[in-house]
């Protein structure tokens, strides 16, 4: 038997054993996050585990692996618990992503109302730079998307109603591309410009037109300048409208849940994911046709499918792209090669490489760049 100095001193450190263990397991569980399960949980909305990552030393303003900040992710879901829980431990409300994004611009997009609203109330700015230094902003996105009630919303909080891209595009050519109207009107109506052009040479007339958006490029122009152009166009026939659309929310939860399972190890439910979120994504959007033409065999040309996600397919590089969306016969065979192959090997037990393959598929369509 241990002399009672050394019991005591034995039982001591068991106890301190014990409460050092008790300590840590809050800080394990909490470990710090990689970008792809910060952006994972969050944009499942995991306020618990949010709050345990900023309490155990996360960076307010870390930046997850595709949408941005915590706070970004909360306004790109309209999640207004989780921008005020990063807002709380010093989230800046005007910094932009690695796309050049901010939080106001991805909810503008996301036509979040309560979002973009909580946003300018608590003093994000709706203007970004000065002077002559050229941005996207929440009011281009709005428009882009057609959401009038938020561009109402930007335009009394300030926002600058000929405010230029960094390719020089005008707020009102977003709304003149996607035949937003009556949008278009109220923009003309608010002092847009629509002959400003951009580094293309191209104004909202000319985007207008080229769409097929008729009634817009007669609302920005007179009479006469506008039968000109009717008659350039019946003489150059131009192809019909088209019309981008994101990518519907389920095939983004899918993605997510795909992602979310694959990091945990179940490998089966994550391939089950991918290919529910394909089929989402294959079936949003029906081919469309983009003009007549003859092959060289004097068939029909084969109807092209449009890429998926446009915006974000260029946000990495927006000073070369117009928001114009995309055809690519050869994208899409891309594509379906991989899936091809995907189910190829998850035929022949290859579970793994089907994964991998799956998920390639996916993140193309998603991102736009096969």
């Known amino acids: 038997m241990l002399p009672q100095r050394g019991r005591l001193h034995r039982v001591k450190n068991l106890l301190l054993a014990c409460l050092l263990c008790a300590a840590l ?80 611009m991805l909810a503008a997009w996301k036509n979040r109302r309560d979002a973009v609203r909580w946003l300018l109330d608590r003093g994000a700015q709706p203007n970004r730079g000065s002077g002559e230094a050229r941005q996207w902003t929440a009011l281009h996105y709005a428009s882009f998307g057609g959401h009038g009630a938020l561009v109402e919303t930007l335009l009394g909080s300030g926002a600058d109603i000929n405010a230029r891209s960094t390719n020089g595009s005008t707020v009102v050519m977003m709304a003149a591309r996607e035949g937003h109207a009556d949008l278009a ?79 945990d190890g179940k490998r089966d439910a994550a391939l089950l994911l991918y290919q529910q979120a394909w089929s989402e994504l294959k079936t949003r959007q029906e081919p469309q046709k983009v003009g007549a033409g003859k092959t060289a065999a004097g068939g029909q040309k084969k109807a092209r499918e449009p890429k998926a996600l446009v915006i974000r397919a260029r946000r990495a590089a927006p000073e070369k792209q117009s928001l114009s969306i995309t055809y690519a016969e050869s994208d899409a065979r891309s594509v379906d090669q991989l899936l091809e192959r995907a189910r190829a090997a998850e035929n022949e037990g290859r579970r793994q490489e089907a994964l991998q393959l799956y998920r390639r598929a996916a993140e193309s369509i998603r991102a736009g760049q096969p």
Do not use: C
């Open 25 to 104: 397991l809050p800080a394990a569980r909490a470990e710090l996050p990689d970008p792809v399960r910060f952006s994972i949980a969050l944009e499942l909305g995991d306020l618990k585990q949010a709050t345990a990552w900023l309490d155990a030393g996360l960076e307010p303003d870390f930046e997850g692996h595709l949408i941005g900040t915590g706070l970004m992710i909360g306004a790109w879901e309209g999640n207004i618990p989780l921008m005020e829980l990063f807002h709380r431990r010093g989230a800046d409300l005007d910094r932009a992503n690695r796309f050049g994004e901010t939080a106001l």
């Open 185 to 263: 009107k109220r923009l003309l109506e608010a002092g847009a410009n629509p002959a400003l052009k951009n580094d293309y040479g191209e104004d909202a007339v000319a985007w207008a037109m080229r769409q097929g958006h008729y009634d817009i490029a007669r609302t920005f122009t007179g009479a006469a300048n506008f039968a000109a152009l009717v008659r350039q166009a019946a003489e150059q026939p131009l192809p019909p409208p088209a019309r981008s659309h994101p990518a519907p929310d389920r095939a983004d939860e899918l993605l997510r849940k795909a992602r979310l399972a694959e990091m």
